[in-house]
């Protein structure tokens, strides 16, 4: 202590002090910093992590406040928005998700969820098993892209009431600020006008449209089993009606004929005679992106099977008749009853993208516009293009700044892609990985790499086609299986998928009603 002052003793002391609270605060593992969710919508305000007092903040400097993450939000929970917010780097970006729905569906297997051949819940995925920074159950009704502000209406029922024909039950409205957006939400299902089918027909969209439809299916057959039900109505009951002979109808058409042969046939003997499966269309052939041979293939085994296809056929209304369905079809002579009629053909575009497309933005014109299907066109980085501001021309001339689109509701720039999860998820997956790189690194364009197309038709048969080769009978059935098996999304539905056909080739389906 020699040659030093009382006054730099002490000094010295709390020097020391310091140093060691410094210590005890670094040793700290760098807490999470918590999101306030009444404000996250400011993007900066930060809550006290709970395991670091205020006192021991203000001794200590502690480490330095992590940068602000970049905050993404994403519209939509389907292929495109799911597969976004699960590519997107947690450490990178705050990760947003809005979409009326809490879940994923992987719609490949909805045809197989419907007639109880797997379980509801090994064909969806928890958009909260995600880990996102904030997930709002809601739906968004409007942009506004000059101030970065999306307004959503919470959805409360979790269900695509809106793509259905149940009525929209109208939520909280609030706010929510992104600093890029990525707009994924899909299209809904076309009626054409059709006069009945939004009241009527079912729809196979999502879980609850497939619950829905496995219910009615069964309550036919409760109801034809009555002693009480005329023959003629046990004909119009038991008649399936399915529109549009696309993949979907083909293969809904193909897992309830299933159902039928193999459990309902054993269980309801006495009125088996009494059902029908048609599929129309009013194409002049079925599954018309297969070619020629493996459509015909298709046609074929439905004939064998007793699936009546009618190719050129125009439904043009359905009443109902009490406790079945009466369907007009123009080129029939009279009505025709069923028990049920499962639409299945034709997009339209989302409201909020049927919306968009028509507001003006600041001056800067409005989205361009894909004139056939009405889809937000985008350039192949998947950047949101805008059009002229007279609205006149639907060329598109820049590009809107941090706002992105993909899968079923865009028309990439010079490139048509189907409507299908193989383009919706590649597109999230590319724009996803492109924005994890860094800002305006955009390395190279989108190119579509197609895996082929296939299709189920019953009794353990199915067609593959691709480029490289084609595919029909057993072993396209057990490429089929595999292909949807490996592209389910998380490892407990990797384990609950062939468990349950498992289950269903030992103990029959699931048909119990609740
Ligand atoms: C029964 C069925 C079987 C199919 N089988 C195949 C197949 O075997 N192979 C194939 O490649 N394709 C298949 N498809 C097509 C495929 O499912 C679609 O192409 C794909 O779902 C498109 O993905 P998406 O994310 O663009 O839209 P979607 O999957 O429809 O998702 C849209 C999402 O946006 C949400 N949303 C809607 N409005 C809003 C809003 N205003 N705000 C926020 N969120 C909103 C919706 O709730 C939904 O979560 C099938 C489709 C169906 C219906």
Redesign the pocket.
């Known amino acids: 202590m020699d040659g030093l002052t009382r006054l730099q003793c002490r000094s010295l002391m709390r020097a020391a002090q310091n140093v060691a609270a410094s210590a005890s605060c670094l040793a700290f593992k760098t807490p999470p910093v918590r999101r306030n969710a009444s404000t996250s919508t400011s993007g900066n305000s930060l809550a006290w992590p709970h395991n670091l007092s205020k006192t021991n903040c203000l001794l200590t400097p502690g480490p330095a406040a992590a940068p602000r993450k970049e905050r993404v939000v994403i519209?939509?929970?389907?292929?495109?928005?799911?597969?976004a917010a699960r590519t997107l780097s947690p450490s990178r970006f705050e990760r947003v998700l809005?979409?009326?729905?809490s879940?994923?569906?992987f719609?490949?297997?909805?045809?197989s969820t419907s007639v109880g051949t797997l379980e509801f819940r090994a064909a969806i995925e928890p958009v909260r098993r995600l880990g996102l920074d904030e997930f709002h159950q809601?739906?968004?009704?409007s942009i506004d892209f000059k101030n970065k502000v999306i307004r959503?209406e919470a959805n409360e029922r979790g269900d695509?009431s809106?793509?259905t024909r149940r009525p929209q039950i109208n939520g909280e409205e609030f706010d929510v600020k992104y600093d890029k957006l990525i707009i994924?939400?899909?299209?809904?299902s076309q009626t054409f006008g059709i006069e009945g089918v939004r009241e009527h027909a079912n729809?196979?969209?999502?879980v609850g449209d497939a619950r829905a439809i496995r219910l009615r299916i069964l309550d036919a057959f409760e109801t034809a089993d009555l002693p009480t039900t005329s023959d003629e109505e046990r004909r119009k009951l038991l008649h399936f009606a399915i529109v549009g002979g696309g993949?979907?109808g083909i293969?809904?058409a193909a897992e309830l004929h299933d159902l039928i042969d193999e459990d309902l046939a054993r269980m309801y003997p006495g009125i088996l005679d009494f059902c029908t499966i048609t599929v129309y269309d009013i194409a002049p052939k079925v599954l018309p992106m297969f070619d020629s041979k493996l459509a015909a293939y298709a046609t074929e085994i439905f004939k064998r099977q007793g699936i009546r296809v009618k190719t050129e056929h125009h439904l043009t209304r359905i009443r109902r008749d009490g406790r079945t369905l009466m369907l007009r079809i123009k080129e029939e002579p009279e009505e025709v009853g069923a028990g049920i009629v499962v639409w299945?053909t034709g997009l339209m575009q989302?409201?909020?993208v049927q919306q968009l497309v028509e507001t003006e933005i600041d001056g800067r014109g409005k989205l361009a516009k894909e004139p056939k299907t009405g889809g937000i066109v985008t350039n192949s980085n998947m950047q949101v293009q805008l059009r002229w501001p007279d609205g006149e021309s639907n060329d598109a001339t820049a590009t809107l700044e941090d706002v992105y689109a993909?899968?079923?509701?865009?028309s990439v720039q010079g490139s048509p892609y189907?409507?299908?999860?193989?383009?919706?998820?590649q597109q999230?997956v590319y724009l996803a990985k492109q924005l994890n790189r860094g800002m305006g690194n955009f390395s190279k364009p989108f190119s579509f790499r197609n895996w082929g197309?296939?299709?189920y038709l019953g009794g353990w048969r199915a067609i593959h086609q691709s480029k490289a080769d084609s595919l029909k009978g057993w072993a396209a059935w057990m490429l089929w299986r595999t292909a949807?098996l490996t592209r389910s999304m998380s490892v407990r539905n990797k384990i609950m998928i062939p468990v349950y056909w498992l289950i269903t080739w030992i103990f029959g389906r699931d048909i119990s009603r609740f």
């Open positions: 519209l939509g929970s389907g292929w495109a928005g799911y597969a809005i979409s009326p729905r879940h994923f569906v719609t490949p297997l909805l045809a809601a739906r968004a009704t959503v695509v809106a793509a994924a939400v899909g299209c809904y729809f196979l969209r999502d993949p979907t293969e809904f299945s989302n409201p909020l993909i899968g079923d509701c865009i189907p409507a299908t999860a193989q383009v919706a998820s999230a197309v296939m299709t949807y």
